[in-house]
């Protein structure tokens, strides 16, 4: 079965540092690759977009990495700050009307 | 624009209830989902419509959920019975024309069956 697997457990990182984190899945074949980002209490707020012919995408200090090969994106977060805490979702679609599956989410917690 | 919007923020009911969620997408946006969030499970959709319609509901539990968008700005997420294993935060999310893949999600309606 379609499976997305994110590290359940949290990344401290020191304030500065750059935060990476994984987003691995298993028999899906995804047209794209989303990053999210959800603060407690609030709804996730889109964040990029990759697709499967895109290897690489910026925006501001985020980094997103996609290798279908491996099955799997890197999310960066260069000189992260402490506002930078949030819990953060990688989501796949096939593409059409395939719907959007969503991982179980990576919370990071920058400190000062 | 105000964003998506969803009443109640907060429900707490009796098992047996019966519960009612509502969702403002925003306007102009053709596309509106249904997720619920779970620690357990994250966030799963359960339906969503395009141009009022509903295009795949395979996410819905049971027949105790049922949607509906009667029109394209408003759409109502129903449990009938509701059971303890329905607590959980609900979200509602739209997309706009041509932009289906990223979706703008509302605050969720955090819901406690007793």
């Not at chain 2, 966030?43 to 795949?56: A, G, R, S």
């Not at chain 2, 959980?88 to 703008?104: D, I, K, L």
Request: hydrophobic share 30%; aromatic share 10%; with cysteine.
């Amino acid at each position: 079965s379609q499976k997305i697997e994110q590290n359940s457990e949290a990344l401290n990182i020191q304030e500065g540092k750059t935060a990476t984190l994984t987003c691995n899945y298993t028999n899906y074949s995804p047209a794209y690759l989303q990053w999210y980002r959800q603060d407690p209490g609030r709804g996730p707020v889109f964040l990029l977009l990759i697709r499967e012919n895109e290897k690489e995408k910026r925006k501001e200090r985020l980094k997103v990495t996609f290798d279908t090969t491996l099955k799997q994106s890197l999310f960066h977060i260069t000189a992260s700050q402490p506002a930078d805490s949030a819990t953060y979702l990688c989501a796949l679609s096939s593409g059409g009307y395939q719907k959007v599956t969503f991982g179980i989410g990576t919370k990071l917690q920058v400190i000062p | 624009d105000a964003g998506v919007i969803q009443s109640p923020r907060h429900e707490v009911t009796e098992m047996g209830q019966e519960v009612t969620l509502r969702c403002k997408p925003i306007s102009g946006h053709d596309y509106l989902f249904w997720y619920r969030q779970t620690m357990m499970r994250g966030l799963e959709l359960l339906i969503y419509f395009n141009n009022n319609v509903p295009i795949d509901d395979s996410g819905m539990p049971e027949d105790r959920f049922s949607a509906k968008m009667p029109n394209a700005s408003f759409s109502t997420l129903k449990i009938q019975p509701s059971e303890p294993r329905d607590s959980a935060v609900y979200f509602c999310a739209s997309s706009y024309p041509g932009g289906r893949e990223t979706q703008y999600f509302g605050p969720g309606t955090r819901l406690l069956v007793l």
